[in-house]
């Protein structure tokens, strides 16, 4: 079994910051690509931002310059840093990893149960 806990969420004001935390835990080989997606009321989700076990990464436009993508390898942990956060920020925010539980085994999506941000006055 393998779960995904993510943490730090909550309400912030505008041009403020949050630091989201996923972990991963369980029966785990190796993690491949981490990321973070969100999901407003009445829309799709999208990806956030993707960190890949190289730690290249990747982040939507609407991010870019203002969130940091980051993983530890050790803690099969990744972490999102949102700096200067707008309304549009708001949504519940899901991890995501892509997780390998045995040697030459194939390769899962797993999904945090996500957490709420809240960017207002």
């Known amino acids: 079994q393998v779960q995904l806990v993510e943490s730090g969420g909550g309400l912030v004001q505008p041009g403020g910051s949050l630091r989201l935390s996923c972990a991963a835990s369980?029966?785990?080989?190796?993690?491949?690509?981490m990321g973070w997606y969100r999901q407003a009321p009445g829309k799709q989700r999208e990806l956030v931002a993707s960190i890949g076990s190289g730690n290249n990464s990747n982040y939507a436009d609407s991010v870019k310059g203002r969130f940091t993508i980051s993983r530890e390898n050790a803690q099969n942990t990744v972490y999102l840093q949102m700096n200067s956060m707008k309304p549009e920020d708001t949504a519940v925010y899901y991890c995501?990893?892509?997780?390998?539980?045995?040697?030459?085994?194939?390769?899962?999506?797993?999904w945090g149960q996500g957490t709420q941000v809240t960017v207002s006055s």
């Open positions: 995501n990893a892509q997780i390998r539980r045995v040697w030459r085994g194939i390769v899962y999506d797993y």
């Open positions: 369980g029966s785990i080989f190796s993690v491949n690509g």
